[in-house]
């Protein structure tokens, strides 16, 4: 029989309940069987790649299939070649970062002068920031610079970010600044 | 990396400075520990002792911003003492490039040298023309390989280093001489055939106003020792965010366009004039000039761009592209300079925070101030987006309108990211996002489509608004499958290559297949081959390795170029094909021979760069239809001599900008003459100032990440490390009379902060010349925003306004503060 590392924890796991009742004094099988069906009866299984530095280890995400629908656990993926399931403190948290009461949940809007954020729709938002950016854009767009050069772009406008996003998001991304005729694009790498 | 982090474990000899591996990238220790278990030495040379440093096999201090000294110093040993791979660098790097007779250096200066008058920020600039080659009447460059000629490049530098003697080299890095033996001596080991040396580097090298030229003195090494393209070897920087290597590929920078194509200048006024400009001529049939393909992958770029709008007549829309005006820059330093100068009025500050994140964030802070609009998109609240609560400011006087979006964390969307090793992986959407959060994706795309709408009635220059190809959606939400293909690239019309037909709207099978006539389109050349008609190269996850069993994975997920996993690997082997290494082969070729010539035969192992023949027959004739290994390079030779940098053909060493000592010992040149310096009243810096007598530097720890935005709204992260910090050594706390644990004051001439005082053995003071230098460190994970006692700031309220003139990329690591009880 061929078992691959997962398979693997999955028996030693097994048997591990098994010598913990004498172990510990109490019969930890009850829990085990619990959260071995958290993850894998109710629970959607993904792949992701860490958030965190650029080694890019993999992790196991389970899902909850009922209720609220979020991240039960945030494990390292045995079966990445590059971690073999190890993660560091960060990556081990992971989950803290999704499931978080801080996270911002809403689009929020802080008026000129204002003291406080309002919470603001979507659509209001990006309506309005379309505006802005045209407004800026409209005002300030050089089609030939000082020499005398063709150079259709704006210097009003600056983006930074993000190393922080997809690949595909950083393209479409660097295309919209750029269809706009931003010059003043930088992220993190700079730094 | 030109290696990738498995593929440390096949090292003979790691060295790690500037990084802090252990700590930042621990699971690149993995590796770092298989290779000791096989015999590797691991050397850690860092002001700090630190995690890192606790694991290795020799480990010694230099004072931060010496590293061009240190490592000149190996320069010098490793010429001295003929350590050297000979053969590979005779062949395989230009040390036998003849230079021109007007090249010069003296006291600090190379030949050409002008300084800056006006006000900056650049303080001088070379003309470069003195650099160049010696060319043969074919305008080939002459090359002397016997590295004998007395202007080849080989000689020069075995001049340029005499001077970097271990008596001077230790006065300036502070390291003792025996130590710095016992480095180059170990180090240098590696040049024999079949070792393999590697360096483990980050931010503690580039954060210089000479940080190219720390990580070239680097490169050079590498090239004589034979270590580049080697498994266990290569120039490794370690990339600190998870996909910052996809976002710099894709190039969200001001200088280059996806796949490292120029930004257009203003006198490139046509297409023709923009590819000529930036597509290299060799006149040598054995140069490779990989880059010569630039018209296919700048018109493939432009199609993906705007798709059919993109035509021959209109020169595929390159007019609808901004135009950067020549020899300006507009870099983050220069963006932030124009906003503080209230020329920036609108501002997109997406997923990045750098009201912490940019060295001198006071002057950011007060620059946010000017603009009329920002848009801030994160997971979190942060010091950007909340600039105008910040300490010392008063709303009631700020007019900037901001937008702060909320976006999903990586686990709730689909798409994919490129590690530090170029492998580009794909993930998985878990749970659906948070609240009314939604992928950056879906933002930006409702975003496009909300301008685009505005621009159908009318607008300014609307073409390439209206234009811009924008539908990588189905069913009304982001699809990052097809941007990926859109990136990876199609045919844009039915085509034939090779006697090979490929319908318009395949997918194309890799860069190769790149057209010049707008018959394909590619969003990236370099990820052309990551997603085709095969499927999503990115997604794969077999563990199976290659014949080689180095620990190459190619059918786990895919890396660029074309699933390379090895860069220059074809530098892995002799000229007649062969790996120096027989153990930890890269590549070899395998050639049916027949009267001591290849006829036939094939390249075995990772994917080879290029599949020529190798450049020697088996019977040591030469052949005319190779290519010499460095294909990248115009002339096919890794660049000992680097003739393109700012700031010198050879690295040079010079003290950072703010420093605590009063003499250069190699030169009258106190500061890279060419540096950036910012000079607002925002700015300011002091050398030799007895304000600011320590040195100070930056770094992370591992429990927070970067700016901390992303750890510091954590428990468990919080409470292993709670707060801002200053590690000092016992000498310096005794001197101040500061007790471990106590809160103090830091502060240099940009502002101040307080820490708590951590008194350790891990920093000893620096014997420099005559004085005694105190350095001291500080990490940047903290801001007012979270703890919310809003009481931890970060270390970039302190950090200086100067940077590195080939990159701009700030002097974080290296500047003089004070520490003082509170």
């Not at chain 1, 809007?109 to 938002?125: C, G, L, Q, T």
């Not at chain 2, 030169?667 to 100070?696: E, I, Q």
């Not at chain 2, 409470?719 to 001197?735: D, G, R, T």
Request: hydrophobic share 35%; proline share 5%.
């Amino acid at each position: 029989m061929k078992l691959n590392r997962r398979d693997f924890m999955k028996i030693s796991g097994v048997t591990a309940a098994g010598i913990a009742v004498s172990g510990l004094g109490f019969d930890l099988k009850p829990v085990k069987a619990h959260a071995g069906l958290l993850k894998t009866q109710y629970a959607k299984e993904t792949t992701t790649i860490c958030c965190y530095c650029a080694v890019g280890c993999g992790a196991i995400v389970h899902t909850s299939r009922r209720g609220d629908g979020r991240v039960i656990n945030i494990e390292g993926d045995p079966d990445h070649v590059i971690n073999r399931g190890s993660l560091c403190s960060k990556g081990s948290s992971l989950k803290q970062l999704v499931e978080n009461d801080r996270r911002l949940t809403e689009p929020m809007y802080r008026a000129p002068f204002s003291d406080k954020w309002e919470k603001v729709s979507w659509e209001w938002a990006l309506s309005t920031i379309a505006q802005r950016v045209k407004k800026t854009r409209d005002n300030s767009f050089e089609k030939i610079n000082a020499a005398r050069q063709v150079v259709n772009r704006t210097t009003r406008i600056a983006s930074i970010g993000s190393a922080a996003m997809d690949n595909e998001e950083c393209w479409i991304y660097q295309a919209l600044m750029r269809s706009l005729g931003l010059v003043y694009i930088e992220h993190q790498a700079r730094i | 990396m030109t290696n990738h982090w498995i593929d440390l474990k096949n090292s003979d000899c790691i060295l790690i400075m500037g990084s802090n591996a252990a700590e930042n990238h621990p699971i690149s220790f993995k590796y770092v520990t298989q290779a000791m278990e096989n015999g590797a030495t691991l050397i850690n040379v860092d002001p700090r002792f630190t995690r890192t440093s606790a694991r290795a096999d020799i480990y010694t201090a230099l004072r931060s911003g010496t590293d061009i000294a240190f490592l000149g110093g190996m320069i010098k040993y490793i010429l001295d003492n003929h350590l050297y791979n000979h053969e590979y660098t005779a062949e395989y790097t230009n040390a036998g490039f003849i230079v021109g007779k007007a090249f010069g250096f003296n006291d600090g200066l190379f030949s050409g040298y002008r300084k800056n008058d006006d006000e900056g920020p650049s303080t001088g600039s070379y003309d470069k023309s003195t650099w160049a080659f010696e060319m043969d009447a074919n305008g080939v460059p002459k090359i002397d390989r016997a590295l004998k000629h007395d202007r080849c490049v080989f000689q020069l530098m075995k001049k340029h280093y005499e001077r970097y003697d271990l008596e001077t080299v230790s006065r300036i890095t502070g390291t003792s001489k025996q130590d710095l033996l016992t480095v180059y001596k170990t180090y240098s080991a590696t040049g024999k055939k079949g070792q393999a040396g590697t360096i483990m580097y980050a931010m503690g090298w580039t954060q210089h106003t000479v940080g190219t030229q720390m990580i070239r003195t680097m490169a050079m090494i590498q090239l004589m020792l034979g270590n580049m393209g080697i498994a266990g070897g290569g120039v490794n920087a370690l990339r600190g965010e998870s996909n910052v290597q996809g976002s710099t590929d894709h190039c969200l920078l001001w200088h280059i366009w996806p796949g490292y194509l120029k930004t257009p200048r203003s006198s490139n006024d046509s297409l023709d004039a923009y590819n000529q400009a930036y597509t290299p001529v060799s006149n040598d049939p054995l140069s490779a000039n990989w880059w010569q393909n630039y018209p296919k992958y700048s018109v493939s770029l432009l199609k993906a761009f705007f798709g059919d709008a993109a035509t021959k007549n209109n020169r595929f829309g390159y007019n609808w592209l901004p135009k950067v005006d020549d020899g300006e820059v507009y870099s983050w330093f220069d963006l932030f300079d124009a906003m503080y100068k209230d020329n920036i009025k609108g501002f997109f500050a997406w997923g990045q925070n750098p009201a912490c994140s940019g060295s001198n964030a006071s002057k950011i802070r007060e620059a946010l101030g000017k603009l009329d609009w920002m848009v801030n998109t994160n997971i979190f609240d942060n010091e950007t987006g909340s600039f105008w609560k910040g300490p010392g400011m008063d709303p009631s006087k700020i007019g900037t309108e901001v937008f702060l979006l909320p976006a999903a964390v990586s686990v709730e969307k689909e798409g994919s990211i490129t590690n530090s090793g170029r492998w580009m992986q794909w993930r998985y959407q878990g749970p659906k996002p948070l609240g009314n959060s939604m992928p950056d994706g879906d933002i930006i795309m409702r975003l496009g489509h909300k301008i685009k709408d505005l621009y159908q009635s009318s607008g300014v220059f609307a073409d390439p608004i209206i234009n811009l190809k924008w539908d990588y959606e189905t069913h009304g939400d982001f699809d990052a499958h097809k941007a990926a293909k859109a990136i990876n690239g199609t045919f844009t019309q039915d085509t034939t290559i090779k006697d090979k037909v490929y319908k318009k709207g395949t997918l194309v099978p890799s860069f190769a297949f790149l057209q010049a006539d707008g018959s394909t389109a590619s969003g990236n050349w370099l990820y052309c081959n990551s997603y085709t008609e095969k499927g999503n190269m990115a997604a794969r996850r077999s563990d199976k390795d290659a014949p080689n069993n180095i620990g190459l994975y190619p059918e786990f997920a895919w890396c660029w170029p074309v699933n390379r996993r090895i860069i220059y690997n074809r530098a892995s082997v002799d000229l007649k094909g062969q790996p120096w290494d027989e153990k930890d082969w890269v590549i070899r070729y395998e050639g049916e021979v027949d009267d001591g010539k290849y006829v036939s035969g094939k390249w075995v192992g990772d994917v080879p760069d290029g599949g020529w023949f190798p450049m020697q027959n088996p019977d040591g004739t030469r052949r005319t239809d190779s290519r010499h290994p460095f294909i990248m390079r115009k002339h096919g030779h890794g660049q000992i001599f680097g003739p393109g940098r700012a700031d010198g053909p050879f690295p040079e060493h010079y003290e950072p900008l703010e420093c605590p000592v009063e003499k250069n010992y190699l030169s009258s040149v106190m500061v890279n003459p060419t540096a950036v310096v910012y000079n607002t009243k925002a700015d300011g810096h002091a050398t030799c100032d007895p304000r600011f007598p320590f040195v100070g530097t930056t770094y992370r720890v591992s429990e927070h990440w970067q700016t901390g935005l992303m750890t510091r709204p954590q428990e468990w992260l919080m409470e292993l490390q709670p707060n801002m910090f200053v590690e000092m050594s016992e000498e310096l706390a005794k001197l101040r009379g500061i007790q471990n644990g106590e809160r103090v004051k830091v502060a240099s001439m940009r502002g101040a902060l307080e820490a708590t005082a951590i008194v350790t053995k891990r920093f000893k003071p620096f014997q420099i010349g005559p004085a005694t230098v105190h350095q001291v460190g500080i990490p940047w994970h903290f801001g007012w925003r979270w703890p919310e006692t809003g009481t931890e700031e970060t270390a970039n309220l302190l950090t200086p306004p100067a940077g590195d003139p080939n990159t701009r990329i700030p002097e974080t690591k290296a500047f003089m503060v004070n520490v003082t009880k509170l």
